[in-house]
RNA sequence: UGGGGUGUAGCCAAGAGGCCCAAGGCACCGGAUUUUGAUUCCGGCAUUCCCAGGUUCGAAUCCUGGCACCCCAGCCA
C-alpha cells in the first residue's frame, strides 16, 4: 500500500537520528512492555508502530517484553493474546521475547546492591502510615522511624522478606531517596512488596515482587535498551527511572522519552474502563467490534495496514489530543478501497417484477471485480425476472435530484439494464409490496444501444439465487464524542443504544456464503463489509460492516427541503 | 500556595529569527470525470501561530509577565 512512503518524522525519531549521527548509540534498541492484565487496544498500537518502526527504519531491533510484576492481576491467557496481536499488526520481535521476571535473580542483586549502599532500606510502618507520611502535594513528607535501620539489618530483613517469613503488607522494601521532594515519586518510593500470589511465569518461587519503576528502568538497562518511550504519564517517573539506574551497577543507561497517548473520540481508550464494558456485558466481550481493542477492530474487519496508516497520519507529541473517528474510518476505506472485491448485496430488500421478461427465463451478466483495475477480472452474476433492491433506492414521489427508481423514471440495475418503474403494488397498510418494472432488452449490460443518458445506478440481487444472509451494521460505541468529559455521570449512560444493528434476511450475490471467514468486500453503494472470523458460515454467512461508503447523497438530502413522507 | 508537562485552522500536525500574508492529512465547500451519488482528479479552506508586553530592520520561532488545559499523594503499570 502506501508503505512505502516514508513515515512521518516526529520528535523521537529526530533524538534517534541525533544520538545515531552523534555516536552515542551504534545500534538503537526499543522495547513495547506491556503489562498482562488485559488486551491491547488502538492506543497500544500507537506505541507498538512507534517502537517497532522507530527501531527498523534505523537497522535496529524492538523487543517485546511483558511487565509481569503484579501477579495478582496478571494471567497467560493475556500473554498469548497480546503476541497474537502484536503479530497480527505485522511486528515480529524475533528472538526478542522477554518476561520482567526473568530478571528477578538479577533485580534481586541489584536491591541488595542499593540496601548494601546505605541507599534502600526495610520499612515497618503500615501502606496507611507511608501514605501519611509522604505528606501532599504541596507539603514535604516526614521520615520513616525506619529510614536508619543498620545496613545488615536491612539485609537480613530483606533476605527473610524474600524467604517468606513475612505476611503480605508487613514490610517493604524502600529506596532511600528524599522525603521532602517536590515530586512525590522521589519520597522514598517502594521499591518491593510482599505478595504471596502464584506467577505465571515464576509460579510460587518468590514472595517478594518489584514495583514498577524499579523492574522498568532496570529491565531496560539488562536489555540495552537504547530509547524506553512510554507516554506521558511517566514523565514524573523519570527521575526515579534515571535514579534506579545511576544507584545500581546497571549494564546500560537507557533513555526514557514520553510521548502522549491516543484517544479516539466516541470510545475510551483506558483498560479498566474496557474491562468494566466486558465484565458487565455492555458489549460481547474483548473482541466486540464496536470496542477499540485490536481484537475488536480485527473482528470487525479493519485489516493491519489501516491501523497502521491510521496511527502514522496521527503523529507523536507530547501535546494530548483526541482523534475524530473520521481519521480511523478513512484510514481503513483508503486500504479497503484499493484492496477489496466488490460484490452486490441489499440489505433491506423490496422485490422488483420485470413485466416484460421472459418468465423463467434466467441469464448470466458480467460483473467487474475491481472497476479501477481489470486485471482482477470479472464473475457472472444471476439475473432473472424477480429481483431484490434496495428499499431506499425506491421513493414514491420523489425529489427531482433522486436519481434512483420513482415512478415512470428510468434507472440502470449495475451491470444489467435499464428499467423503468411502471406500478407499485402496496398492503393494506400502505406499505409498498412490490414494484413492477419494464425493462429494455436492448440494454444488456447497462447501456442502451441509443446512448440515452441515465444517470442512475442501483445495486440488486437476484430473487430466485439470492443467498440470505445475516449482517451486522456497527455505530459509535458512545453518543458524546468526550465520553468522560464530566465524570459526574456514569459513562455507562452515554453508550449508543445504536451501536449495533443485526439485519437478518439481507440478500446476497450468490458465491458470498463460500468465502472463507474474515474475507473484506466492498458491497457496491454500501460500504465495507468483512465475514465474520468466528460466525460466518456457508449455511449462515454472517458479515460486519467495517465501514459504510463516503455518501454525498445523505447530505444532498438533509439539505433539500424536506418533501411529505 | 508544590512539582512535571502542553498550548499553530473543526480534529491531528509540520515549523527551531528572514524562503511563513504558516507544509501535509482528516473534515468541510465548490467543480470535472464516473454503469458504485464510491474511487480518481482539479480548486478553495489560519494576513495568523493561547494572551499581553518587549528585543530585532525582521518573531509562530528569542525575552518577560499572564492565562488555559493535562498529569502526580497505589505496597498498580
Redesign the pocket.
Known amino acids: 500500500m502506501n508503505e512505502t512512503r516514508p513515515k512521518?518524522?516526529?520528535?523521537i525519531r529526530?533524538i534517534v537520528d541525533a544520538d545515531l549521527e552523534s555516536g552515542k548509540h551504534l545500534n538503537i534498541i526499543t522495547r513495547f512492555?506491556p503489562?498482562p492484565n488485559g488486551y491491547l487496544h488502538i492506543g497500544h498500537a500507537k506505541s507498538i508502530c512507534l517502537n517497532f518502526d522507530t527501531a527498523e527504519e534505523k537497522g535496529g531491533e524492538c523487543h517485546l517484553r511483558f511487565?509481569d510484576?503484579?501477579p495478582e492481576?496478571e494471567e497467560e491467557e493475556f500473554i498469548e493474546a497480546i503476541k497474537a496481536d502484536v503479530a497480527w499488526l505485522g511486528y515480529s520481535w524475533g528472538e526478542h521475547l522477554y518476561h520482567a521476571s526473568n530478571y528477578f535473580d538479577q533485580l534481586y542483586q541489584f536491591a541488595v546492591e542499593l540496601i548494601q549502599n546505605g541507599k534502600a532500606y526495610v520499612?515497618d510502618?503500615?501502606?496507611e502510615e507511608?501514605?501519611t507520611y509522604?505528606g501532599?502535594?504541596?507539603t514535604p513528607g516526614k521520615e520513616s522511624p525506619c529510614r536508619d535501620r543498620s545496613i545488615e539489618d536491612n539485609l537480613d530483613l530483606f533476605e527473610r522478606m524474600r524467604a517468606g517469613e513475612f505476611g503480605?503488607?508487613e514490610h517493604?522494601l524502600r529506596a532511600r531517596i528524599d522525603m521532602s521532594s517536590?515530586?512525590?515519586?522521589m519520597r522514598d518510593?517502594?521499591l518491593y512488596?510482599?505478595r504471596h500470589a502464584n506467577h505465571p511465569m515464576t509460579g510460587d518461587r518468590w514472595s517478594i515482587?518489584p514495583?514498577?519503576d524499579f523492574?522498568?528502568s532496570l529491565s531496560d538497562a539488562i536489555e540495552g535498551i537504547t530509547h524506553s518511550l512510554c507516554t506521558?504519564?511517566?514523565?514524573?517517573?523519570r527521575p526515579l527511572y534515571d535514579w534506579c539506574i545511576e544507584n545500581v551497577s546497571a549494564p546500560s543507561r537507557p533513555r526514557q522519552i514520553e510521548f502522549?497517548r491516543l484517544n479516539l473520540e466516541y470510545t475510551v481508550m483506558s483498560k479498566r474502563l474496557l474491562t468494566q464494558l466486558v465484565d458487565q456485558q455492555q458489549v460481547e466481550g474483548w473482541d466486540d467490534p464496536r470496542l477499540p481493542t485490536l481484537v475488536g477492530l480485527r473482528r470487525r474487519g479493519f485489516t493491519p495496514e489501516s491501523i497502521r496508516l491510521f496511527i502514522n497520519?496521527?503523529?507523536?507529541?507530547?501535546?494530548?489530543?483526541?482523534?475524530?473517528m473520521?481519521?480511523l474510518e478513512?484510514s481503513a476505506?483508503?486500504v479497503l478501497?484499493q484492496t477489496t472485491p466488490?460484490r452486490l448485496a441489499v440489505l433491506d430488500p423490496i422485490k422488483v417484477i420485470i413485466d416484460n421478461y421472459p418468465d423463467g427465463q434466467s441469464e448470466l451478466l458480467d460483473a467487474i471485480n475491481?472497476?479501477?483495475f481489470p486485471e482482477r477480472g470479472s464473475r457472472k452474476i444471476p439475473f432473472s425476472k424477480e429481483i431484490w433492491i434496495e428499499r431506499a433506492d425506491f421513493m414514491e414521489e420523489a425529489p427531482k435530484?433522486?436519481?434512483?427508481l420513482s415512478p415512470g423514471r428510468e434507472v440502470?440495475l449495475?451491470?444489467a439494464y435499464l428499467i423503468t418503474c411502471k406500478e407499485i403494488t402496496k398492503d393494506s397498510e400502505g406499505k409498498i409490496v412490490t414494484i413492477h418494472c419494464d425493462h429494455d432488452p436492448a440494454s444488456r449490460?447497462?447501456?442502451a444501444p441509443d446512448g440515452r443518458k441515465v444517470k442512475?445506478?442501483i445495486h440488486w440481487v437476484c430473487a430466485q439465487h439470492a443467498v440470505e444472509a445475516t449482517v451486522r451494521l456497527y455505530d459509535r460505541l458512545f453518543q458524546v464524542a468526550h465520553p468522560l468529559a464530566d465524570p459526574a455521570e456514569g459513562f455507562g449512560q452515554r453508550l449508543n443504544p445504536d451501536s449495533l444493528k443485526i439485519i437478518r434476511n439481507c440478500k446476497l450475490e450468490p458465491g458470498l456464503e463460500e468465502s472463507a471467514p474474515e474475507s473484506r468486500f466492498?458491497f457496491?453503494?454500501l460500504g465495507y463489509f468483512c465475514s465474520d472470523r468466528h460466525d460466518h458460515t456457508p449455511e449462515h454467512p454472517v458479515f460486519n460492516r467495517i465501514v459504510p461508503?463516503?455518501?454525498?447523497?445523505s447530505?444532498?438530502e438533509k439539505a433539500t427541503p424536506v418533501k411529505k413522507k
Open positions: 512521518q518524522s516526529n520528535f529526530d512492555p503489562e511487565d510484576t503484579n492481576k520499612e510502618l503500615t501502606a507511608i501514605r509522604r501532599t502535594l504541596t503480605n503488607g517493604v517536590p515530586n512525590l515519586n518510593p517502594v512488596r510482599i515482587y514495583m514498577y523492574t522498568h506521558l504519564e511517566f514523565e514524573d517517573h502522549s497520519r496521527v503523529g507523536v507529541t507530547k501535546k494530548d489530543h483526541t482523534i475524530q473520521s481519521l478513512n476505506r483508503e478501497d466488490r475491481h472497476p479501477n435530484k433522486f436519481f434512483r440502470r449495475r451491470f449490460g447497462g447501456n442512475g445506478t466492498q457496491e453503494r461508503l463516503r455518501d454525498s447523497w447530505k444532498i
